[in-house]
């Protein structure tokens, strides 16, 4: 169980296109979801929380209207990066909460890598 | 504010031997969470195991287990039985304040076993 799905997996794209990625809890109600970004060896970085109904919370420093976040369904988020540059490739992760099973625990989506030319 | 902390950037292990990955965390809220990540090299972030602070044992599960001494404030994963399949990047992290449901992350430490 907690099986969560992104897609697409891998995109490239020219520069100043925008780009949506898709993460879907698939056997449980995912009230929150959380989108990460992750650079070469580097550790995870928190971009935002994604509430179901409501709007995203950004974390510090990064850009609301670069990064749009949607979250219209208990199993579905969007992170849409827009007008995008090269400086935004990197490895987008998205994670979801299932509080049904009275832990903290975050299942990760297996990520999407996004090359902007 | 809360920080996680992994000071081994690599590690080697031989095969079928046991190893500690390192972490230890900062943070002053009473309760909170524990938890280690795998991420091999195909990107995916695997869920190893959980640690309430609360939580009177050390977890387990597998070969996994979870050395948590909360006076030192330390998280450290213990693997046993080390395989090939286990080279892989480990994270460490910490549920954040006010059950936002929030993770931060530590550095992670790259393990690489030795057949």
């Known amino acids: 169980g907690a099986v969560v799905s992104q897609h697409p997996s891998r995109v490239i794209c020219k520069s100043g296109t925008s780009v949506k990625i898709e993460c879907r809890s698939l056997d449980f109600q995912a009230t929150t979801m959380f989108w990460y970004r992750q650079f070469p060896k580097q550790s995870l970085m928190l971009m935002a929380t994604?509430?179901?109904?409501?709007?995203?919370?950004?974390e510090q420093g990064v850009e609301k209207d670069k990064f749009l976040i949607n979250h219209a369904s208990l199993t579905l988020s969007t992170l849409t990066v827009t007008s995008a540059h090269p400086e935004d490739s990197s490895f987008y992760i998205c994670?979801?909460?299932?509080?049904?099973?009275?832990?903290?625990?975050?299942?990760f989506g297996p990520g999407t890598r996004l090359l902007v030319l | 504010a809360q920080k996680i902390t992994q000071t081994q950037p690599g590690m080697f292990v031989q095969e079928k031997e046991a190893v500690t990955l390192d972490c230890t965390y900062d943070?002053?809220?009473?309760?909170?969470?524990l938890f280690w990540y795998k991420q091999p090299s195909s990107g995916e972030m695997i869920f190893l195991i959980y640690?309430?602070?609360?939580?009177?044992q050390n977890a387990t599960e597998g070969r996994y287990s979870l050395n948590f001494q909360k006076a030192r404030k330390s998280a450290n994963l213990v693997i046993s039985a080390s395989q090939l399949g286990d080279s892989a990047m480990y994270f460490c992290?910490?549920?954040?304040?006010?059950?936002?449901?929030?993770?931060?992350f530590g550095q992670g430490t790259t393990l690489q076993v030795k057949p």
């Open positions: 994604s509430n179901e109904g409501s709007k995203a919370t950004y």
């Open positions: 994670s979801a909460q299932d509080r049904g099973r009275g832990q903290e625990t975050q299942y």
């Open positions: 992290a910490m549920g954040g304040s006010g059950n936002t449901g929030k993770l931060i």
């Open positions: 640690q309430g602070s609360y939580d009177q």
């Open positions: 943070t002053s809220d009473p309760s909170y969470g």
